[in-house]
């Protein structure tokens, strides 16, 4: 079983929609945890950093972290066509630990 | 900046070659890292440098797999021999103050063994 599971999508949501991505752990050691954008062809760039449980809101997009069920979630409010990518959660379990990224969710924007 | 840069962007080699992928960090960086990317794992961290010195190399998969660090702007992942099951794309990635901050990653090169 894998420390960080993520389902690969793809997500298909209409313009505006609310996006939904989560990814599950299995490490109860994680307590950083980031979420990173990824366009086809390039590298991933990330969009979230989150420490321990909470959340966090930055524009359009909401991170929520519930360590209790070590259950993590990426919302993108008003969803636009330019935020189809690929979304990889990663996590670890201090500040100079080794991230483990999830597979990644596809997920496209359709005007 | 003009960011990480890597190259080259793709490679394609016979099985067995040697292959050389190289990398420049973001001037100023202390961190950097190198990564593979394919379908079935994901992404990984095969290696990471402070300071051009290699602190964890414990995900580099075997041998054939080599990273050098000359210099804080130059940084080098070599497969020799290379296998079709190395087909990935690579990314370096750096930091600065380490792994607790923003790693900034370069666009990757694809790399295909065939």
């Known amino acids: 079983q894998k420390e960080v599971e993520q389902d690969p999508g793809p997500l298909s949501v209409p313009e505006g929609a609310i996006v939904s991505l989560n990814c599950t752990y299995s490490?109860?050691?994680?307590?950083?945890f980031m979420w990173y954008r990824q366009y086809s062809r390039k590298g991933p760039e990330l969009l979230m950093y989150t420490y321990s449980s909470g959340n966090k809101e930055d524009g359009r997009f909401t991170a929520q972290v519930d360590k209790s069920s070590k259950y993590i979630s990426l919302f993108i409010r008003d969803s636009q066509p330019s935020d189809s990518a690929t979304y990889l959660c990663a996590m670890k379990a201090d500040s100079w630990g080794k991230l483990q990224f999830g597979a990644g969710t596809q997920v496209v924007v359709t005007p | 900046d003009a960011g990480v840069i890597q190259s080259p962007r793709h490679e394609v080699t016979e099985m067995g070659q040697e292959v050389t992928l190289r990398c420049k960090p973001i001037?100023?960086?202390?961190?950097l890292f190198w990564y593979r990317q394919t379908m079935m794992r994901g992404l990984e961290l095969l290696i990471y440098?402070?300071?051009?010195?290699?602190?964890?190399d414990s995900g580099m998969p075997e041998d054939r797999f080599s990273a050098k660090m000359p210099n804080a702007s130059f940084s080098t992942l070599k497969i020799q021999p290379s296998e079709p099951r190395d087909s990935a794309v690579y990314f370096c990635?750096?930091?600065?103050?380490?792994?607790?901050?923003?790693?900034?990653f370069g666009q990757g090169t694809r790399l295909t063994v065939v």
């Open positions: 440098f402070n300071n051009n010195v290699p602190i964890d």
């Open positions: 001037s100023g960086h202390d961190y």
């Open positions: 490490n109860s050691a994680f307590q950083y």
């Open positions: 990635a750096s930091s600065f103050r380490g792994t607790n901050t923003e790693a900034f």
